[in-house]
C-alpha cells in the first residue's frame, strides 16, 4: 500500500471530534443497556431506547464508513424490538470496532500520542 493510500485512509479531524465525542456516549448507553440484560435477557427495548441507540451508532457508522469492520456493524431492528442481551452484543461490537479503528489511527510520535489524521 503507497503512502497515498494509507493517508486517504486516515480520519479527518472532525471524525476524531466526533469519535471523542461518541464513544462516551456509546459506553454510558452499552453500561445502561447490560444492567437491564443482568436483570431480564430477553427483555425486549422499548423503542425509545432503540432509536435512541440508534442515532448513536448511525453516527459511529459514518466514522467508520472507509473502515473494514462497517460490514459487521447493524443498527438495532426498530421493527422487531431486540432484547437487551441482542442489544448488548450489538453495542459491543460497535464499541470493539471502536477500539480498532482507533488503535490503526492513534500513534506515539516520539513525544505524545495523538490521531494521525489527513488533515
Not at 462497517?70 to 424490538?81: G, H, K, R, S
Amino acid at each position: 500500500m503507497d503512502n497515498k493510500t494509507v493517508t486517504s485512509k486516515r480520519p479527518t479531524k472532525a471524525q476524531v471530534e466526533q469519535y471523542d465525542m461518541l464513544l462516551p456516549i456509546l459506553e454510558s448507553v452499552f453500561e445502561e443497556i447490560r444492567e437491564l440484560s443482568k436483570k431480564k435477557q430477553d427483555g425486549a427495548l422499548n423503542e425509545i431506547k432503540v432509536k435512541m441507540t440508534n442515532r448513536i451508532l448511525s453516527k459511529v457508522k459514518s466514522i467508520l464508513n472507509d473502515d473494514p469492520t462497517i460490514e459487521f456493524l447493524d443498527l438495532l431492528d426498530e421493527e422487531a424490538l431486540p432484547t437487551n442481551s441482542d442489544a448488548v452484543l450489538i453495542i459491543a461490537q460497535f464499541k470493539a470496532a471502536l477500539q480498532q479503528y482507533k488503535t490503526k489511527h492513534f500513534e506515539y510520535n516520539g513525544r505524545k500520542w495523538q490521531w494521525t489524521t489527513k488533515d
